[in-house]
């Protein structure tokens, strides 16, 4: 469309210069400068998203978080973008230097900064009341928990999540399949129970659908709030 618009624009200065009646070769030439502003707003249009960011930018972004953050899911990466967004247009905005990848590295430190608050939290929690904590055991190629914990036989897989908006049930898919993934990597024994998920949620809730998924896989969902409370949500109770 754009280069269509700039060929017109480039046939009516053409058509001008040919033209012996002036009226007309005027005429022509203000179809000529009509198309090129025409297609310089076009070119505005194509680079620039609804949200004041280049698109060239904007995939920069999405490049940025497959490669930052591979295992994070569609909805966190999602997040992450928008972050960097918010951190490039205010960084921009400000005169900083900033690309789209630093940005995103940036957005990234700070989504796992919290995680790791609230794992933190989490873990603290299950100490005092007298769980053993301990983080996975990292398998290249497999999916793992962010906490193990254990009590008399009990185990837990606990997957802790934080973001911008409510989180669907590909998360409660995935928390499940990630207590699956311990009972792979650490098979139970005779006394063993079955590892159960848990899901800790910080400052971020779960959709309706989401919720009720939970409650009918029997997913332990626990959430820390903001003063730093352990608040058991649904699912079986862990104190």
Known sequence: MRTGLACLASASLVLASAEEHEAIGTALVGAAIAFGLAAAFFDRVLEVSTTGVKLADLRALKEAAERTVPSATPDEKEDLIEEGKEILVSKRSAGEPITPDLALREASVSWLRNGLAVEMHFASWLVEHGWSVKQSERVV???????????????????VKTGRRPLGVDVVRQVIGLAASVEAVEPRSTTDEEVLPVLVLGEVDLTKEAAVVASHERLSVYSLEADDRILHRSGPDLA
């Open 141 to 159: 190629g497999a999916a793992q928990p962010d906490l193990i914990a254990t009590r008399n036989g009990q185990r837990l897989a606990i997957e």
